[in-house]
């Protein structure tokens, strides 16, 4: 028996966009499972960014943000658990970024900014590269995954046609923050269904009992899921739960 849901956001409960919002129909899904499940959502979006869309889904448990760097309680917005990336680290993820054109936000930001730009100042949770071409994120993933203790992804940017680079701690993917949170809820991963479309949700599968992957996703993500959803664009996600709990 599942006892608990977790899914990403963009790509998977909302269109992939700055505004994107659940549907109707995904709420009152969402709404008749947290009567007999935690449901929480595990987003490569910051907490300032996120928190709309997951107060519009009323979710009330622990939620995983910032790519795995954080736990966020939803009610309280109290952090129950972060892992940094110490400054070094930072430092060298930057002289990577510096050899191509493309803007960077650091987890505690409030706007983008040239990457030669950028200036390091502490340890940051989470680093956006964002808006980069598919050739460049290819060779820049090779180089940033040559860096100990960090870890790179690629995701769908909200820019159509482009990727964003999502860089964190080697402990800090879904995959650890999800590790840590079943411990705080008490639960196996075997009774976990988890939900995504992008190869940052990878780990999210690694810590699950039942994988679904979005039509629109990766393809390694579809070839890892034990079932494939309808395409966001289609409320995947609300169709896939419907049919594997009611």
């Given amino acids: 028996m599942y006892k608990a849901l977790i899914f990403d956001l963009d790509g998977t409960a909302i269109p992939n966009k700055p505004d994107g919002m659940p549907s109707e129909t995904l709420i009152r899904v969402v709404t008749q499972l947290r009567k ?3 449901v ?12 709309a869309v997951i107060r519009k889904l009323m979710l009330h448990d622990p939620c995983i943000i910032s790519g795995g760097t954080q736990i966020i309680n939803p009610a309280d917005e109290k952090i129950l658990w972060e892992k940094d990336m110490e400054q070094p680290l930072v430092e060298l993820t ?14 505690n930001d409030d706007a983008s900014m040239p990457a030669k730009n950028k200036v390091v100042r502490g340890p940051e949770r989470i680093i956006y590269i964002e808006s980069v071409s598919k050739e460049d994120a290819t060779t820049m993933l090779k180089l940033l995954r040559q860096i100990p203790r960090i870890t790179a992804y690629e995701v769908k940017s909200w820019t159509l046609g482009y990727f964003d680079i999502h860089v ?5 993917t879904k995959s650890h ?15 976990v269904v ?4 992008s190869n940052n949700d990878l780990p999210l599968f690694e810590m699950s009992g039942y994988k679904i992957a979005m039509e629109n996703g990766s393809s390694e993500m579809k ?24």
């Fill in 168 to 172: 964190t701690h080697s402990e800090a």
């Fill in 194 to 197: 988890a939900a995504g479309d």
């Fill in 94 to 107: 930057m002289d990577v970024a510096r050899h191509f054109p493309y803007k960077v936000i650091f987890g």
């Fill in 36 to 38: 007999s499940m935690k």
């Fill in 177 to 191: 923050a999800l590790q840590i949170l079943l411990k705080m809820l008490n639960l196996r991963k075997e009774e």
């Fill in 40 to 51: 929480c959502a595990a987003t490569g979006r910051t907490w300032l960014n996120s928190k």
């Fill in 223 to 246: 070839t890892s899921a034990d079932m494939i959803a309808q395409d966001v664009s289609n409320d995947g996600l609300a169709v896939a739960l419907k049919k594997l709990f009611f």
